[in-house]
């Protein structure tokens, strides 16, 4: 039963991979794994929001973290290729937060 669930698992990332659904599903673990790759205080002011090809829209609270994280981006980027099923970036653009509206 082993090699019959081996086998499975290879037509099901096969599937995936020729079907185009395993980028998206790269990018959701990215997403939902952000503070497990980064930590909690960066999560906390930071946000991923977009995958564009080799790069990671990240959406970041102010000015001044975005120059830290834009300092950091080697190490952001480390820990993203160290995480098997990740989509590949190659690079972070940070975006400013959007400023949610307030109904009164």
């Given at each position: 039963?082993?090699?019959?669930?081996?086998?499975?698992?290879?037509?099901?990332?096969?599937?995936?991979?020729?079907?185009?659904?395993?980028?998206?599903?790269?990018?959701?673990?990215?997403?939902?794994?952000?503070?497990?790759l980064?930590?909690?205080?960066?999560?906390?002011?930071?946000?991923?929001?977009?995958?564009?090809?080799?790069t990671?829209?990240?959406?970041?609270?102010?000015p001044?973290?975005?120059?830290?994280?834009?300092?950091?981006?080697?190490?952001?980027?480390?820990?993203?290729?160290?995480?098997?099923?990740?989509?590949?970036?190659?690079?972070?653009?940070?975006?400013?937060?959007?400023?949610?509206?307030?109904?009164?």
């Amino acid at each position: 039963m082993s090699d019959r669930t081996r086998k499975l698992g290879d037509v099901m990332t096969a599937w995936l991979s020729s079907s185009g659904l395993e980028k998206g599903l790269g990018k959701g673990r990215l997403l939902q794994e952000w503070e497990s790759l980064v930590g909690v205080n960066i999560s906390a002011v930071s946000r991923p929001v977009d995958v564009r090809g080799e790069t990671l829209l990240l959406e970041v609270e102010d000015p001044a973290w975005r120059s830290e994280l834009s300092m950091m981006q080697e190490r952001l980027l480390s820990a993203i290729a160290g995480r098997p099923g990740l989509p590949r970036i190659r690079q972070i653009r940070f975006v400013a937060k959007r400023s949610e509206g307030k109904s009164e």
